[in-house]
């Protein structure tokens, strides 16, 4: 029997490898989708188990990396599938599997990821809204919109709860930062 050429040799390795790259891929990518979709059905939970309104101090203060903690529970698996797959960002772990879109595996394991991204996104809309609401004295507002004196914050290092005009009591020009944070 004939021994195959080294460029016919080095095809057959290049595509094992691809192979191996693309089976990597889709098992993290699906891993990815799995992570993403337990932490918002888990989060999910606490906003559909009936009509009563949210807690938010207790789903944002609940111990043991409860509450609101769950939303980002599937972070680590993005960057597990990152480092497994060689790429060092979103848009990189993108233009891989568009280089594998040829694979039917990788196309079903990309639109898991983004159904599940698409869900999670949907949950975090909920989530503001029920918070929205919780909060009847907060609507949400846009730069540059002015804001009630009486209005409660909490000051980032201390924080000590105050009404935001005591902030600007005494004081000519004041510039306030206002972050919309969860955890």
Same mark, same amino acid.
């Given at each position: 029997?004939? !021994? ?116 999670? !996104? ?19 507002? !846009? ?41």
């Amino acid at each position: 029997m004939e !021994e195959p050429s080294p460029a016919k040799r080095r095809r057959v390795e290049d595509e094992e490898g691809n192979k191996e790259r693309r089976e990597v891929l889709v098992a993290s990518l699906r891993k990815l989708a799995d992570a993403i979709n337990k932490a918002a059905e888990e989060t999910g939970s606490e906003f559909q188990a009936d009509d009563s309104p949210v807690d938010f101090e207790k789903f944002l203060n609940t111990p043991g990396g409860k509450g609101i903690r769950r939303l980002w529970s599937h972070v680590a698996s993005y960057e597990e599938c990152l480092r497994s797959n060689g790429v060092g960002t979103y848009a990189e772990l993108e233009k891989l599997w568009e280089s594998q879109y040829g694979s039917q595996d990788v196309r079903d394991a990309v639109e898991e990821v983004l159904d599940a991204e698409e869900r999670h !996104e949907a949950l975090l809309k909920d989530v503001q809204k029920e918070f929205v609401k919780a909060h009847s004295e907060l609507q949400l507002k !846009e730069i540059g919109d002015a804001l009630p004196g009486d209005l409660k914050v909490a000051d980032g290092r201390t924080k000590e709860v105050q009404e935001i005009q005591s902030y600007w009591e005494g004081s000519k020009f004041t510039l306030f930062v206002l972050l919309r944070h969860f955890g």
